[in-house]
């Protein structure tokens, strides 16, 4: 049996693979909030993973507060690359896999296809520098890895876009959203299925060396963020009209990528993964 060690327990994406693994027989999970292991404590990861002698490790948790990172980019670091080259000296000496939740913001390039995992990354501002650092730390020292680059995360509970646009579109007759950028919103549920099936097949694969690399997962389909609020607003029966901004009128702190759309050819080619639909999934999440 093996032993899973995944962080991030206390986020979307923790919270929903917590939820997903609770009853797997097949191996043991083990969940870590930062009051178990505080990324920025390098004492602290190095006493969770001899405790815990794990055979992969999934590094769920990161610095996510995009704008914030901007004026805090040490601990950006810190908890997105550092903790993570950590994570992987631990993996090696220990003969452990490393799972490395990353973000669509690595490539911040403009094609006129979905973006593919062999395309140039350009990450702009300092989160998604960090999340770049953080992938580079684990490609230039631990072979066995697999790094997942996903988009736009929601779930039911959580600070995202989606709760965020129930609680304003119910309470003003109009909202004015960013319609420029373009990608494809992923349910949280979801990334977590698609990391418990990455996981079953590294573990039970006779030579998984053919499967570590990089790949990318989002739900499938492409919107922008006024026409994500528009299906939500739809689908909640909220009454709130949505006017459309450009990201400079906007005026994020941080850059926003403006196509973030992802090839998944190579999710399906190696893993069988073949993603849902955003809408589909943003149904479920609302029901
Ligand atoms: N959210 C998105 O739109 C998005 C998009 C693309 C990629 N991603 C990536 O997907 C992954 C999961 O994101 P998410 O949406 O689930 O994030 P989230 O909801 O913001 O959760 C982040 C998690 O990281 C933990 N964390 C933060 N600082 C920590 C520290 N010092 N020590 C230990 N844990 C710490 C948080 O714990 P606390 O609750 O204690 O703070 C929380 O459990 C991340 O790697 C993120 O970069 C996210």
Request: glycine share 6%; charged share 20%; net charge negative.
């Amino acid at each position: 049996m093996a032993k899973i060690l995944f962080n991030g327990l206390t986020g979307q994406v923790g919270r929903a693979l917590h939820h997903l693994v609770k009853k797997d027989t097949a191996h043991e999970w083990v969940g870590l909030a930062t009051k178990d292991c505080d990324l920025t404590k390098p004492e602290e990861i190095s006493q969770a993973f001899t405790k815990h002698k794990p055979d992969v490790v999934i590094q769920v948790a990161a610095y996510t507060a995009v704008d914030k990172a901007e004026e805090d980019s040490a601990t950006a670091f810190a908890i997105n690359e550092a903790s993570t080259s950590q994570f992987a000296q631990l993996c090696k000496e220990a003969g452990a896999v490393l799972i490395y939740i990353s973000s669509d913001y690595v490539y911040h390039s403009i094609t006129d296809r979905p973006i593919k995992e062999s395309d140039p990354c350009q990450p702009q501002g300092e989160y998604a520098k960090s999340k770049f650092a953080g992938e580079e730390a684990i490609r230039n020292s631990l072979s066995e890895h697999i790094i997942l680059r996903t988009s736009w995360v929601y779930d039911k509970e959580g600070h995202n876009f989606v709760n965020t646009m129930k609680r304003l579109g119910g309470s003003r007759d109009s909202l004015t959203i960013v319609s420029d950028q373009l990608g494809a919103p992923t349910y949280a549920p979801d990334i977590a299925l698609t990391v418990l099936t990455i996981v079953n097949q590294v573990l039970t694969s006779s030579d998984p060396s053919n499967l570590y690399g990089t790949y990318n997962f989002s739900n499938s389909g492409v919107t922008n963020w006024a026409d994500f609020a528009r299906e939500i607003f739809r689908l909640e029966q909220i009454p709130c009209q949505v006017a459309e901004q450009t990201t400079e009128d906007f005026g994020a702190p941080a850059p926003r990528p403006k196509w973030s759309v992802l090839s998944h050819a190579k999710l399906k080619s190696t893993f069988g993964i073949t993603p849902r639909s955003w809408k589909e999934c943003l149904k479920e999440c609302l029901s």
